[in-house]
């Protein structure tokens, strides 16, 4: 059974950081682009950052790019969110999900989807 599993979100105050973890089973991360979304109760789910580990390319919406940085390890079959500089506008439900490559993390393709991991920061 193909699943991704978040962790590592937590409370944290402005300025902090933390370090998310998307686990997969059933299937291999290098086969699919990953992609991490957040939302926010009210509004729409946010895809900000994907990563293809099959050729290593990333991408970073304008809202997270310098701050955040996302990687991958195949061996672990993980993907990974380090966010530094955290504000209280981040505060949202993290989740990572799968997608086609070609695809590259377009929520409208995504495959599987992880249960999500709450993140806040408080100022």
């Known amino acids: 059974e193909e699943q991704l599993v978040e962790s590592g979100g937590g409370l944290v105050q402005a300025g902090g950081s933390l370090r998310l973890s998307c686990v997969a089973s059933?299937?291999?991360?290098?086969?699919?682009?990953i992609g991490w979304y957040r939302q926010v109760p009210g509004k729409g789910r946010e895809g900000f950052s994907c990563?293809?580990?099959?050729?290593?390319?990333?991408y970073y919406g304008d809202s997270v790019k310098g701050r955040f940085t996302i990687s991958s390890d195949s061996a672990l079959n993980t993907v990974y969110l380090q966010m530094n500089s955290l504000k209280p506008e981040d505060t949202a439900v993290y989740s990572c999900?799968?997608?086609?490559?070609?695809?590259?993390?377009?929520?409208?393709?995504?495959?599987?989807w992880g249960q999500g991991t709450q993140v806040t920061v408080s100022s």
């Open positions: 999900a799968a997608g086609p490559r070609d695809r590259y993390c377009a929520v409208a393709y995504v495959s599987y």
């Open positions: 059933g299937f291999g991360i290098d086969d699919y682009a």
């Open positions: 990563i293809d580990s099959g050729d290593g390319s990333t």
